[in-house]
């Protein structure tokens, strides 16, 4: 896997209000789904990650909803590195229906030891394989949020 990671997923009517049309809260939903599905792509599950004293933590967000997803949608999510630290990684994602941008986040995450609540150093191995993922952005993109 190289560059970003996809996730599909379809929006139920429990992501809806009562027009059909996806809650934004539910949007976090689906963007952590991405990451997580990301971290499970490189062979990290967040269970085993917890069993080695590692979780993390989102510490901000910033997201432009651009266009409505409504009910039976099938979504595209896609998660990309923007930047890393030693305790910290910024996603760049988008949540997209057939190739339409509904979404733009970018999310801050923290690395923290789950029993303390502190910041911790990512494990080594995670951080090279973020690191071998960082997508600048191109000039011609759209960039995140």
């Known amino acids: 896997m190289t560059g970003q990671h996809q996730h599909s997923?379809?929006?139920?009517?429990?992501?809806?209000?009562?027009?059909g049309i996806v809650y934004y809260a539910n949007y976090l939903r689906f963007l952590e789904r991405g990451r997580t599905e990301f971290l499970r792509a490189l062979g990290h599950s967040q269970q085993q990650l917890m069993s080695e004293g590692i979780a993390f933590a989102v510490r901000s967000v910033s997201a432009e909803y651009l266009k409505p997803a409504k009910l039976d949608d099938l979504l595209i999510v896609n998660t990309g590195v923007e930047s890393l630290g030693r305790?910290?990684?910024?996603?760049c994602q988008r949540i997209l229906r057939d190739e339409v941008l509904l979404l733009d986040a970018k999310i801050?995450?923290?690395?923290i030891d789950p029993l303390r609540g502190r910041p911790t150093a990512m494990p080594q191995t995670i951080h090279e394989q973020l690191a071998a993922r960082i997508q600048p952005a191109a000039p011609s993109q759209e960039t995140c949020a």
């Open 108 to 111: 801050r995450i923290a690395c």
């Open 9 to 19: 997923l379809r929006v139920y009517y429990e992501d809806t209000d009562a027009a």
């Open 87 to 91: 305790a910290q990684v910024v996603f």
